[in-house]
């Protein structure tokens, strides 16, 4: 096996030049750039245009800025300076990844807490009231968008409901603490709940579906059936013998999703207004902000190969069948 | 090995701490700390004011402003932060468009002696004791730092940039005098430090300004100064105890809060948390009822007005002057028989009756230098029609019309046009939409291209239309500042047509006026402001008569206000935080 984990890793660093090379082409192709107000502006000249295309390197041709960009980013880690916040990239990328990674991982705990016991009871009884209740609630979830859900949550615990002791809004619309107040864990948390169902939603509905299926399968296997026959109770059944083997193809899926995790939440960020790394590049795509944009995107575009790699290597430590040559 | 319920613990308790390692970080750049300097107490400070009753209130912004820095590029929202920290300078702005004193004793002028004879030299006395918000004294050595830093061609400043390059020298005989002296006189002079100073003692070298940090945590003269910045989340500023204006601000504290999402923003209001919103998306009549009285939004005109270019020369000839006239639009009757054609009422009334835009016809709306210039071509579809007759256009088989004897496209030609716009910009659309509609019925064609604003406003190198003189008409939204005689030079005068000897000019109409051209030398030959805008309003009803332009209305900005703020108003000239220094809170 770590030949077969370095022969993967070997082969994704063309991948990965490939990939970089290409989004640095897109992104620069797109219409505008970071200078485009400047360059409607009357009052700015030409030449003071010029000096700060050149100044910023936005005049060589683009072989040679990408050439710029890959030497800085290979060899020194250097992701460059925001074109617009005239910081370096890596700060505003630290300063965003706490939230994105907290946002993101309560909304993949809380998945999982809801979604594992809702696919194995729904399997297990299949066809009754709670099966059908999953079945119509997964496809809500499912359906409905996290902006239009988001903001029905703000409606409901936000403007709706108040916290009787208080009369403060049972739940604050967004941000990541209470304004002009000193940060605690408490804050944190309650600033942290509605953002999390609203993220969780569609993921406990996609997941909770993917494993009832899972789990139908396995419930037919034969050593299902002779854990019955030797009189296993069917808690142990279900969940020591059949979950467990349900769980394999989940962990898959879990380890595409989760670079999510670095990668933000777009929508979620925008309604809650809570500032990690979806809004973060999605800022920098509105401004062209070029070395940001280019940084985050690499930064997916690596964690997308190592999960899959890493759900490729995982899938055999779990499952003893699978077999690397 | 499988997922077990323990991994699952683990990873709980993992999350845990990671959260406690979360509210410990430090999530930004800490605030600016007087470091050494004497403090003095914002509440006590506070006690000795006009009896403002303090307090706390949050603005909510839609993204986050780039710095804090207003010479560093002219994004709005930076300019919204900016007014309340280091945006305070020798002038500002009132809402009539007159400037006024700000930390200036007095505004230079002829009378006062601040004002030389030959108009060059500009004296200006700074008030006394003023401090910067760490307490160190503010001099005219920074004025002069202030000007050494943006006529520094490597300092990458981009806005608020007019005159400094033409400063010849700065004296400072002692700390609160500052002789100007221009190379030519500058009729903005007045303007010139109305942005901001930057403090020598707290920035840095001019050609390093794109790097200061001063940028994101500025000392500023400002009346607040800020504590905390969270990136992407709120920036929370405190009062500045060291104002010139004595027992100013009322307000304790004020947060600026990054919502980005406009129904967030709206039920942030409506429940009261927040106190200002910028630009709020809905009207003010839905507005005000969804806000149910705790808030409602206050519309002000802003500067930006949507007009139609016309080109008076004919496109696509590879000649980017006024060479050839244009085949249709080279003839003065039919450009007045296009302004017949629209029925203005209803364009600002019901097209755009949610848009929030105005009545107005007229290229100098705002300002010192706004003009009563009634509209001159009302909607009359029968004048429409008779003028396009008499220009030779008939009416063709399918209600279209034909040229047949006009004077400069053969027989035959089809009164065709196309319509260049930018993508992505609802009261555009909307209004082109109707243009369209207006003039076919009078028998005017009209094909619709949008373009994405880098193109339609690109230069001339990359092919943009306006530059080249390649389209018909054009209609995007266009703006003066509060010194138009740049703007009004580069638009109309005969010299301004863009072409390869020329790139910046913005004559896109390709007008030759010598009597507008001598009109603008007018304006441009003396600071009497009544005389200049004799010049600019003479200017601007021969713009309406000879119509290179067609101005069709006025967008207003609008700001949500809570009702228990009050001391505030809104102003074309200003951000919605222009005058917060005078803003209280009713408990």
């Known amino acids: 096996m770590p030949t077969y984990a370095l022969r993967r890793t070997l082969q994704a660093i063309p991948i990965l030049l490939i990939l970089s090379a290409v989004l640095f082409a897109i992104v620069k192709a797109a219409p505008g750039g970071p200078l485009a107000a400047a360059e409607r502006n009357p009052n700015v000249t030409a030449e003071q245009l010029a000096r700060l295309r050149d100044r910023l390197g936005l005049d060589q041709p683009i072989y040679v800025q990408y050439g710029k ?30 939230a994105t990674f907290l946002l993101v991982s309560a909304a993949f705990v809380l998945m999982l807490a809801l979604a594992v016991p809702a696919g194995v009871i729904a399997a297990s009884r299949p066809y009754s009231w709670f099966d059908h209740t999953l079945t119509t609630l997964s496809f809500a979830g499912q359906s409905v968008p996290t902006f239009w859900l988001g903001l029905i949550l703000i409606l409901i615990f936000y403007i709706w409901l108040k916290n009787p002791f208080t009369g403060e809004p049972l739940f604050p619309a967004g941000g990541m603490g209470t304004l002009g107040a000193d940060r605690n864990l408490l804050d944190l948390l309650w600033h942290l709940v509605l953002p999390t169902v609203a993220l969780s939603a569609g993921y406990v509905a996609w997941y909770s579906r993917f494993l009832r299926s899972s789990m139908r399968d396995i419930l037919n296997e034969d050593y299902v059936r002779t854990g019955r026959a030797k009189g296993l109770s069917e808690r142990a059944v279900l969940f020591k013998h059949a979950a467990r083997n349900a769980l394999l193809p989940l962990v898959t899926m879990l380890a595409l999703d989760l670079p999510a995790v670095f990668s933000g939440a777009l929508f979620v960020e925008n309604i809650f207004s809570w500032p990690g790394m979806g809004r973060l590049f999605w800022d920098a795509a509105r401004g062209r902000d070029y070395p940001v944009l280019q940084a985050v995107v690499m930064i997916n575009a690596v964690l997308i190969v ?15 069948r699978v077999r690397y040559d | 090995m499988t997922p077990h319920p323990r991994a699952l613990a683990r990873l709980a308790l993992g999350l845990g701490l990671l959260l406690a390692a979360c509210t410990a970080a430090p999530t930004a750049a800490p605030a600016t700390e007087p470091t050494g300097a ?24 839609p993204e986050e402003p780039t710095s804090l820095n207003r010479y560093l590029g002219d994004a709005a929202i930076v300019r919204q932060v900016a007014d309340t920290v280091s945006g305070t300078g020798l002038t500002y702005v009132d809402p009539a468009g007159q400037y006024q004193a700000a930390l200036a004793a007095e505004l230079p002028s002829a009378a006062n002696g601040g004002l030389s004879e030959d108009l060059k030299t500009v004296t200006w006395h700074l008030k006394p004791d003023l401090k910067w918000s760490d ?3 503010l001099t005219t050595a920074d004025i002069v730092h202030t000007w050494e830093t943006i006529a520094n061609p490597d300092s990458g400043a981009l806005a608020q940039t007019g005159g400094f390059a033409e400063i010849t020298s700065i004296e400072t005989p002692d700390d609160v005098t500052a002789i100007v002296t221009y190379a030519k006189p500058y009729p903005d002079y007045l303007g010139q430090f109305s942005a901001g100073l930057f403090p020598k003692h707290a920035t840095g070298a001019p050609a390093d300004m794109l790097g200061w940090e001063w940028n994101l945590k500025p000392v500023g003269a400002g009346p607040f100064r800020v504590t905390e910045w969270r990136a992407g989340e709120s920036i929370t500023l405190e009062r500045n105890p060291y104002y010139y204006e004595v027992g100013k601000p009322s307000l304790d504290q004020i947060i600026f809060s990054i919502v980005p999402d406009e129904a967030a923003q709206e039920a942030i209001m409506q429940q009261g948390d927040a106190h200002v919103q910028l630009w709020p998306g809905a009207d003010k009549a839905t507005y005000d009822a969804r806000m149910a009285g705790v808030a409602s939004q206050k519309l002000v005109p802003g500067v930006w007005n949507l ?73 009359d579809v029968e004048a429409a029609k008779r003028l396009l007759e008499e220009a030779g256009w008939v009416e063709g088989p399918d ?18 046009l196309e319509l260049q716009g930018y993508t992505n910009y609802d009261p555009l659309q909307l209004t082109e939409e109707w243009l369209a509609e207006q003039w076919k019925a009078v028998g005017i064609e009209i094909t619709i291209v949008n373009y994405d604003f880098s193109i339609i ?33 580069a638009y ?40 200049r805008k004799q010049a600019y309003c003479a200017l601007g009803e021969m713009v309406q008569t000879e119509l290179p332009q067609l101005y069709l209305y006025v967008f207003q900005d609008g700001y949500g206000f809570s009702s228990r703020l009050s001391g505030y108003s809104v102003s074309t000239w200003g951000s919605m935080t222009w005058d917060i220094q005078n803003w209280q809170l009713a408990p």
Request: charged fraction near 20%; aromatic fraction near 10%; glycine fraction near 12%.
């Open chain 2, 307 to 379: 007009a139609i270019d016309f080109n008076l020369s004919a496109p696509n000839d590879g000649d980017t002057g006024a060479g050839t006239p244009h085949p249709i639009l080279g003839d003065i009757r039919v450009r007045q028989a296009m302004a017949h054609a629209i029925d203005y009422d209803v364009l600002v009334d019901e097209v755009l009756g949610d848009q929030g835009v105005v009545h107005s016809t007229n290229p100098f709306a705002y300002g010192w230098y706004q003009c009563d210039l009634p509209r001159q071509q009302n909607y």
């Open chain 2, 457 to 489: 406003f690109g230069s001339l190198s990359d092919g943009s239309p306006r530059k080249t003189g390649d389209f018909d008409m054009l209609i995007y939204d266009r703006s003066f500042t509060i010194e138009p005689q740049q703007e009004v030079s």
């Open chain 2, 399 to 416: 209600g279209i019309r034909v040229a047949q004897g006009v004077v400069n496209a053969p027989d035959g030609t089809r009164l065709t």
């Open chain 2, 38 to 61: 004497p403090v003095v107490q914002p509440t006590a400070a506070a006690a000795e004011g006009q009896g403002g009753a303090g307090g706390q209130i949050v603005l909510i912004i």
């Open chain 2, 492 to 531: 109309f005068l005969s010299t301004s047509i863009p072409g390869a000897d020329n790139p910046d000019g913005d004559n896109y109409f390709r007008w030759v006026n010598p009597t507008a051209d001598s009109l603008i030398a007018a304006a441009g030959g003396t600071f009497d402001q009544a005389e």
């Open chain 2, 135 to 137: 307490g160190q004294p």
């Open chain 1, 69 to 98: 960009w890959l030497v800085n980013f290979a060899l020194a880690g250097d992701w460059g300076e925001s074109i617009k916040f005239r910081r370096p990239v890596s700060d505003m990328i630290l300063e965003r990844l706490p």
């Open chain 1, 306 to 320: 190592a999960f899959n790699l890493f759900a490729d290597l995982l899938y055999g430590l779990l499952d003893p």
